[in-house]
Each structure stands twice: as structure tokens, then as C-alpha cells.
């Protein structure tokens, strides 16, 4: 699943090409990428119909497009059940949430472009050009949402299905003391802890495994048993290589994961732990290992990350 690198490039991709353009049109081309959007494909396409794409925003892993209708009057905001399970279509600010799944990926093209095999949502822009929603194993999809009412302000513009997501270490929201505190009152594997969405977001199994690495940690190490400092150092470490892959146009394992322009990205090439199972610890030369995690799997180096006992 795309992880906060993948979904920020994604997010520059339709701020640079989508972002000011007004969506003259939807067509859905599979009922699965929009089953949760609850009144249906017509639905949604009705109310994109005219609106003004304000903005591409992102919180950790989640992804949308602030909408304006301008034909319709200004409204504060909607309760989450009503704007779940009911649209607000008279309400001029709305949210597009886009959720990438496992293989979505979102495409600006020419509309003369040949059409994706997977292709599920295409969006006709006032420009000319077309914006795609392609995606090979339909867990993604599109679904319309209104803006938390939340009284405080770093969740003011915050769909309300997302605002019980934590911030992520690139939100100016982000505060490690108050993560590292609250990880030292719990009792649990601080990799369980790092993939925590509701406390730091953005976090997959790629980076949680890269980041552990970094830090000299391994997953299995309990939270109330690290000290403030080396738990400072994991999330630094989190920030950094995150950092590093968004330079680097995020990870790219297969064709499933692509930018806007349909482009991979290699930061595949810089992991030092995720996938490395039986190659040589880029430290200190020991094979690195692969162990069972949760239904995935963990990589580690056995000698810097020593296992706690008992594991």
C-alpha cells in the first residue's frame, strides 16, 4: 500500500496539474470504486459536475481535493453521517477523499491517451485534459465528504472521515514529545506503535521497518521499556527517511505504484532493511533476516537490532 512519500508525490502530481481546473464531467466505470461513496455512482457525479478543484491535500496516508460549487450557497459543515451517507450537494466546500488501496493510482492524461485496462473513474477537466482513477485491485476508490466541525483549528479543514488520523511528521501539527510521551504510557511492540495511524500517520510497513533499522531498534522492543530518547531518535529517523524517499519519487515494486505522468518511483534502490532478507547488513555485514509481523513481515539485522528475549 502506498505509504506518505507515494501519496505526497501523488499529491504534488494533481496540485501541479489538477489544482485551479473546474471538473466538467465524471464517468464511473466500475461501481466498486465508489462503493463508499453510499447514494451511488449518478450521485457523485452530479455533484462533481461544475466543481472547482481548490487545493490536493494529504494527512499521513490520505489523500483529497478540496472542492467549490460556486453555483450553490455557502454552509458551515455537515454531520459525518450526513456527509457519509449523504452528500451535502448544497453546500458549495466539499471533499473529494481518494483512497489509493493497494494498487490505485491517479492520472493526469490527454484525452486522446489510450484508455488503462483498469481504468474506474475519468474525470473530464475544463482544460481539455482528463483525470484518471486507475486501479488494478479495486480497494480503492472516490467518495465525497464534508469538513470535520472539530473546534480545534489543526482539524478545521480535515475531512470529518479522517480527522481521528494523527498528523504526520511533515504536519507543522506533528509534535514528538507529546508522541514519545504517549508511547511510554502504553505496552505494546513499538513497531505495532509506529504503524499506529491515529497517533503518527503515514507510517507503512516499508518505512516502520527502515526507520527501526536506522535506529538501531528492534520491532519487537516494548515501548515502556525505551527510553525518551531513543524513541526521539526513531521518529527523527521516520521523518528522515521519508524525506529521502519523497526525493527519490517514493518505492516502486511493481507498475501498481506511479505519479501522476504514470512515472515509478526507485528509492526501492536506498532501503537498507525492507525486502533485504539473506543480503548483507549495509553496517555491519550480517545477513538480514525476514521474521512473521502482523500478517506481513519484518526485516531486521540480527546484530544491530537485537531481538529482546522471550520474542
Not at 494527512?59 to 454531520?79: C, I, N
Not at 503518527?200 to 526507520?211: C, K, R
Request: hydrophobic share 40%; aromatic share 6%; net charge neutral.
Amino acid at each position: 500500500m502506498p505509504e506518505l512519500p507515494e501519496v505526497e508525490v501523488v499529491r504534488r502530481g494533481l496540485e501541479s496539474h489538477a489544482v485551479g481546473r473546474t471538473i466538467d464531467s465524471v464517468t464511473v466505470l466500475h461501481p466498486r470504486a465508489v462503493r463508499r461513496h453510499l447514494p451511488g455512482a449518478d450521485d457523485l457525479s452530479g455533484v462533481l459536475a461544475g466543481a472547482h478543484i481548490r487545493a490536493a491535500r494529504r494527512r499521513g496516508k490520505y489523500l483529497w481535493l478540496d472542492l467549490h460549487r460556486p453555483d450553490v450557497p455557502q454552509r458551515a459543515s455537515v454531520p459525518v453521517e450526513s456527509a457519509v451517507a449523504d452528500p451535502p450537494a448544497d453546500s458549495s466546500d466539499l471533499a473529494l477523499v481518494i483512497h489509493l488501496g493497494m494498487s490505485g493510482q491517479m492520472l493526469v492524461t490527454a484525452p486522446d491517451a489510450p484508455d488503462p485496462v483498469h481504468l474506474r473513474v475519468r474525470a473530464q477537466l475544463g482544460d481539455g485534459m482528463e483525470l484518471r482513477f486507475v486501479d488494478q485491485r479495486t480497494f480503492g476508490g472516490w467518495f465525497l465528504d464534508a469538513y470535520s466541525d472539530d473546534p480545534d483549528p489543526a482539524l478545521a479543514d480535515i475531512p470529518t472521515t479522517i480527522a481521528h488520523i494523527g498528523a504526520d511528521p511533515f504536519d507543522p501539527a506533528f509534535d514528538p514529545a507529546a508522541i514519545v510521551a504517549a508511547w511510554r504510557t502504553k505496552h505494546t511492540e513499538i513497531k505495532r506503535a509506529l504503524l499506529d495511524q491515529t497517533l503518527v500517520s503515514g507510517v507503512g510497513n516499508i518505512y516502520a521497518d527502515e526507520a527501526l533499522w536506522r535506529s538501531k531498534i528492534h520491532g519487537a522492543r516494548l515501548t515502556d521499556e525505551l527510553g525518551p530518547r531513543k524513541l526521539r531518535s526513531l521518529l527523527d529517523a521516520a521523518r528522515q527517511v521519508m524525506s529521502e524517499a519523497l526525493e527519490s519519487g517514493g518505492t516502486s515494486f511493481d507498475a501498481l505504484y506511479v505519479n501522476v505522468n504514470g512515472q515509478s518511483g526507485y528509492f526501492e534502490r536506498s532501503l537498507n532493511a525492507y525486502g533485504r532478507e539473506g543480503q548483507p547488513c549495509r553496517r555491519c555485514g550480517r545477513l538480514m533476516r525476514r521474521e512473521q509481523f502482523m500478517n506481513r513481515s519484518s526485516f531486521s539485522c540480527p546484530k544491530c537490532q537485537v531481538r529482546p528475549r522471550g520474542v
